[in-house]
């Protein structure tokens, strides 16, 4: 077996692995090309075997295909029943495109250095510039190596050639900025080149690469795996971020070189731009053909990276039927990595055996504390704070406050500060009118009622905080939209700005105010409300609160369509939103608005074709703009969690922009919420709280792409 076959949970043996290691490392690199056919086979076929053990299995159309994260450097699955080494064609020119940033890295020349075609660079028989078998460069031509960087993305096969002679030149004992003078000395530096290349693939540990050529020209020595492939992209990016600018560009610059054949003067070549239509989130792909095979069938070896949610895997594929193959399967292999990195984790529960009769509403705070707040079947108010531990996996009730009568209705709850916390619910008032009443609690001894205000008749209210000094409420009122702002204090609250809007509102949801990402340039001023109509008609609703007085100003309306339940959640760092709604045939969609303009924007709206729901929840993904995780009840009536991220380019048609969904309990629930716990750069912590058939509540936390 081959080091580059094992899986990075170490479930070959370590006997297996030593003898395998030091069977292979007393041959050169280019004594390692080849392997014997049947321990190929039987590689190649265990590959396969431990990652459908651990995760089930891609559904790939070829016979190799491998998928790896970049971050954590784990092999996530691989297959190789075609054999294990096949020929990587064009790929060939990731690892030129690699060892030439390398020397540009090490200041031996930059992307101003001229380059000069050489005649062996122009002899060669392969994809010439500008595409094609027709070339317009000629021996002695110049370009920069910006353009021959750029070039080599296109796989161009003379700047390719003239790249390697140069890099070779300049890592001479003396060093030399040119290509080859001559014929014979091209080919001496196209070797060193080939050299210096199979040395770095013994470096990454590629033990089943060897390299020929510079550019891919077809050898029968020549090979890679998928694992190789995959592996090497992945080094290439982490040395050199620009290497994605020459493979992923969206729009290739015009190629400017200086002919020979004419007086001095800048010629140029325009190219079409490239549309990576086979999956979202495309950071760029290389890939390599052979057409000399047998009819219909193109050899076609592809390897991709894409982001989803901050995060990036590699896929590759070798010995694929044709270009439209080798995407499909790298399309596939992306999407169930994805689906393996996002899909939530579940790393503990707690449970509380309240009769909840009809509300609950729930808040997270930095890490480890939770409050949730439920009106009783006797229609008390209680107020239960949580610990969360993600080191001993436990989910603790630290305190709890029970106020007998005090709620009629529908109920909310936001941390303020560490140690306040402010709820909003329906009550009576003094004079034994409906109100909608919020109250300031301690929490740093227990939990402890502070002050309360009376914010006037109304309904299903919603809280959220827009900072330690300042919260919104909103709530309907006979078909009103009700907004109120409440100025907060170690000592009490006190009304800032009242806004009134008739608007036949049947119930309102509150979008966070305060980023969920320090450092945001919008802190405490943005507020969106999503408001559902007695006709089922559901609108999100922008406004700004003015930051030192509290005074509320409309920022204008988004029509989401028709349906029911919808929330709302800041989403990324800036004053971006996420909506999910419920429509009315029980599809989920995530709506995306921008608040940073004059006024709140729709920007896209995602679904997946098979998502019903009854109930949502939203919540953020790490710091990126267009992401979520949807706490759900399902049309089973049971908790499901999906994971979202939007095709920012909407270039991928299908069902890709939903990363993952799990059903996450076998319990019928009623009602779920879902708050973030802790966000990083591409996951969370979060925790879910649902409200069972019988009343309980029921809290779990889940981590999303953290673990992974």
């Given at each position: 077996m081959h080091r580059s076959s094992r899986l990075s949970s170490g479930l070959l043996t370590t006997s297996s692995q030593s003898a395998i290691s030091n069977e292979r490392a007393d041959k050169p690199p280019r004594e390692r090309a080849r392997g014997g056919k049947a321990g190929r086979l039987a590689v190649a076929l265990l590959t396969g075997l431990l990652a459908t053990t651990l995760f089930g299995c891609p559904e790939i159309t070829g016979t190799n295909g491998a998928v790896r994260d970049n971050r954590t450097d784990k092999l996530l699955s691989a297959q190789s029943l075609g054999g294990l080494e096949a020929p990587p064609y064009s790929t060939v020119k990731v690892m030129t495109l690699h060892l030439a940033l390398r020397a540009i890295k090490q200041g031996k020349f930059d992307e101003n250095t001229i380059i000069t075609i050489s005649q062996h660079a122009d002899d060669q028989d392969c994809n010439c510039f500008p595409g094609g078998n027709m070339s317009v460069l000629v021996p002695g031509d110049k370009m920069p190596v910006l353009m021959a960087l750029y070039s080599i993305g296109l796989s161009h096969g003379e700047p390719t050639m003239a790249m390697a002679e140069l890099v070779a030149n300049v890592n001479r004992p003396t060093p030399v900025v040119g290509t080859g003078t001559s014929k014979a000395q091209s080919k001496v530096l196209e070797q060193e080149f080939i050299d210096m290349m199979n040395a770095e693939a013994f470096n990454l540990g590629l033990d089943n690469t060897h390299y020929t050529s510079v550019h891919g020209a077809p050898s029968s020595s020549q090979v890679t795996s998928v694992l190789d492939l995959a592996k090497l992209w992945d080094a290439a990016v982490a040395?050199?971020?620009?290497?994605?600018?020459?493979?992923?560009?969206?729009?290739?610059?015009?190629?400017?070189?200086?002919?020979?054949?004419?007086?001095?003067?800048?010629?140029?070549?325009?190219?079409?731009?490239?549309?990576?239509?086979?999956?979202?989130?495309?950071?760029?792909?290389?890939?390599?053909?052979?057409?000399?095979?047998?009819?219909?069938?193109?050899?076609?070896?592809?390897?991709?990276?894409?982001?989803?949610?901050?995060?990036?895997?590699?896929?590759?594929?070798?010995?694929?039927?044709?270009?439209?193959?080798?995407?499909?399967?790298?399309?596939?292999?992306?999407?169930?990595?994805?689906?393996?990195?996002?899909?939530?984790?579940?790393?503990?529960?707690?449970?509380?055996?309240?009769?909840?009769?009809?509300?609950?509403?729930?808040?997270?705070?930095?890490?480890?504390?939770?409050?949730?707040?439920?009106?009783?079947?006797t229609n008390a108010l209680e107020l239960i704070q949580w610990s969360t531990n993600p080191d001993s996996a436990a989910i603790s009730k630290t305190a709890t406050l029970t106020q007998s009568g005090a709620s009629m209705g529908g109920v909310d709850v936001a941390w303020v500060n560490w140690n306040q916390i402010v709820a909003v619910y329906e009550t009576?008032?003094?004079?034994?009118?409906?109100?909608?009443?919020?109250?300031?609690?301690?929490?740093?001894?227990?939990?402890?009622?502070?002050?309360?205000?009376?914010?006037?008749?109304?309904?299903?209210?919603?809280?959220?905080?827009?900072?330690?000094?300042?919260?919104?409420?909103?709530?309907?009122?006979?078909?009103?939209?009700?907004?109120?702002?409440?100025?907060?204090?170690?000592?009490?609250?006190?009304?800032?700005?009242?806004?009134?809007?008739?608007?036949?509102?049947?119930?309102?949801?509150?979008?966070?105010?305060?980023?969920?990402?320090?450092?945001?340039?919008?802190?405490?001023?943005?507020?969106?409300?999503?408001?559902?109509?007695?006709?089922?008609q559901i609108s999100a609703r922008g406004f700004e609160v003015d930051s030192v007085a509290g005074v509320i100003s409309a920022k204008g309306m988004v029509t989401l369509g028709w349906g029911g339940d919808a929330s709302v959640v800041r989403s990324g760092p800036l004053g971006h939103y996420a909506v999910s709604v419920r429509r009315l045939d029980g599809q989920l969609v995530i709506h995306f608005l921008d608040a940073t303009g004059?006024?709140?924007?729709?920007?896209?709206?995602?679904?997946?074709?098979?998502?019903?729901v009854e109930r949502t929840s939203i919540a953020a993904i790490g710091q990126h703009e267009f992401s979520a995780i949807v706490a759900e009840r399902n049309s089973a009536g049971k908790l499901s969690l999906s994971v979202w991220d939007r095709d920012e380019a909407n270039e991928a048609p299908g069902d890709f922009e939903r990363l993952a969904r799990i059903e996450a309990g076998a319990a019928l629930i009623e009602d779920t919420k879902i708050c973030e716990l802790a966000l990083g750069g591409s996951e969370g912590e979060y925790i879910t709280s649902v409200r069972g058939v019988s009343g309980d509540l029921q809290l779990s936390a889940w981590s999303v792409a953290s673990k992974y």
């Open positions: 040395e050199n971020s620009s290497f994605l600018t020459y493979t992923g560009t969206r729009k290739f610059p015009t190629l400017t070189w200086w002919p020979l054949s004419a007086a001095p003067y800048w010629a140029n070549m325009a190219f079409p731009d490239r549309v990576y239509n086979y999956y979202p989130g495309i950071d760029g792909d290389k890939n390599g053909c052979c057409t000399n095979q047998a009819p219909g069938w193109q050899d076609i070896a592809l390897v991709t990276q894409a982001t989803r949610a901050g995060r990036s895997l590699t896929a590759s594929v070798l010995l694929e039927q044709n270009q439209a193959a080798a995407q499909q399967d790298n399309a596939e292999l992306l999407r169930w990595g994805f689906e393996q990195v996002f899909a939530p984790i579940s790393w503990t529960d707690g449970s509380h055996a309240s009769s909840v009769a009809a509300a609950h509403g729930m808040d997270c705070w930095a890490w480890s504390d939770v409050v949730t707040v439920s009106r009783t079947s009576l008032s003094r004079a034994g009118a409906p109100t909608v009443r919020a109250s300031l609690y301690g929490t740093d001894d227990g939990i402890y009622p502070i002050a309360s205000v009376d914010l006037g008749p109304g309904a299903v209210p919603e809280i959220e905080r827009l900072s330690g000094q300042r919260v919104a409420v909103a709530f309907t009122n006979s078909g009103s939209f009700e907004l109120r702002s409440l100025a907060v204090s170690s000592g009490g609250l006190s009304l800032e700005d009242s806004l009134s809007q008739y608007l036949y509102a049947h119930r309102v949801r509150l979008g966070q105010g305060t980023s969920p990402i320090s450092g945001s340039p919008f802190g405490d001023t943005h507020v969106v409300a999503v408001v559902e109509t007695t006709s089922n004059p006024a709140l924007a729709g920007m896209d709206q995602i679904s997946h074709s098979d998502n019903l």
